[in-house]
């Protein structure tokens, strides 16, 4: 199901995203350093748990999950959220929240 998107993918846009980290509580200098970063994303699948590892200068971060599934996360500012990730129109959804920003990456 994710298969697709097994490989390195490199950010190319970010809409609404300091919104979005304003709903969630992130403080206006991590928004900063967060608006500015454009991370390498690496997705890897192992059976039905996905790996996406965020990778950038400011921080790397790795989350494992299971579509459709809620699950615990830490996020890059050391916040703990609930998560869950879905397939969607042929695109990975990531909600945390109410607020949504769209971050586009093509794979590389």
Do not use: H
Not at 5 to 26: C, H, L, P, Q, R
Not at 58 to 82: H, Q, S
Not at 87 to 108: F, I, P, S
């Amino acid at each position: 199901m994710v298969e697709q998107f097994v490989g390195t993918w490199k950010m190319v846009a970010s809409d609404n995203f300091d919104e979005y980290m304003k709903a969630i509580g992130v403080g206006f200098a991590t928004r900063q350093v967060g608006n500015r970063t454009k991370p390498n994303l690496i997705v890897t699948a192992d059976g039905a748990t996905v790996c996406l590892k965020s990778q950038s200068t400011f921080k790397t971060t790795e989350i494992k999950f299971k579509l459709d599934e809620p699950f615990d996360e830490t996020t890059a500012d050391d916040r703990k959220t609930t998560t869950v990730v879905t397939l969607e129109n042929g695109k990975l959804k990531c909600t945390m929240g109410d607020v949504v920003a769209v971050r586009t990456y093509v794979k590389e």
